[in-house]
Structures are given as C-alpha cells and as structure tokens.
Nanobody, 115 residues
Framework: QVQFVESGGGLVQPGGSLRLSCAAS????????MRWYRQPSGKEREFVAG????????NYADSVKGRFTISRDNAKNTLYLQMNNLKLEDTAVYYC????????WGQGTQVTVSS
C-alpha cells in the first residue's frame, strides 16, 4: 500500500538548517507530483512546497520562499526538503504527500526551532 516515511526533523536554533527526507513506497513515485506540508501545534495543516514529476518544476509557500528547497530522487523514491535560515514559526510536524495519492499521509517528522 501507499506509504510515506518522513525523517530528518529535530531541534535547531533560529538561523539553522535541516534536511528532511521522505521515503515513498506503494506507487510509481516518478509519475506523481509531490508536496511537503506542515502542521504547527493547534493549527491547520498547510502547504509548504511542491515539485512536479519529470521536469521537477517547483513552487513554494510565500513564507518559505528563498529559504526552503524541495527536490526529488526518482531512482530512490525519495523526496527532500532542504530548510535553511529556519525561523521560530517554522516549528511544526512536516509531512510529505503525493498529488495522486492525496489521502495518504505518513507519521510526519517534528521540526522544532528554538533558542
């Protein structure tokens, strides 16, 4: 079945960096656009970044533009999110999601930005 396993979260100081990974399985990874979402505690889940299939075109939420970079490795069925210059407001659980399998979610990975 469709599965996502997110990893790479942790505790980081403001201005720091983290690289999140999402291992996908159960579907043809290369044929689906992919997205990262995040959910701060007590708030709604929100879109962070997306990437298309073959061309790898990307788009970002205004709040992360210029700081985060989404990428994918179709050979490894893995999605990445490089997060630089992290801010307190980036604290959230981060999830990956496939456009074609939008109802499936992983456990997420916690990112905490704190001094």
């Amino acid at each position: 079945q469709v599965q996502f396993v997110e990893s790479g979260g942790g505790l980081v100081q403001p201005g720091g960096s983290l690289r999140l990974s999402c291992a996908a399985s159960g579907f043809t990874f290369s044929s689906s656009g992919m997205r990262w979402y995040r959910q701060p505690s007590g708030k709604e889940r929100e879109f962070v970044a997306g990437i298309t299939t073959l061309r790898g075109n990307t788009n970002y939420a205004d709040s992360v533009k210029g700081r985060f970079t989404i990428s994918r490795d179709n050979a490894k069925n893995t999605l990445y999110l490089q997060m630089n210059n992290l801010k307190l407001e980036d604290t959230a659980v981060y999830y990956c999601n496939a456009v074609r399998w939008a109802n499936y979610w992983g456990q997420g990975t916690q990112v905490t930005v704190s001094s």
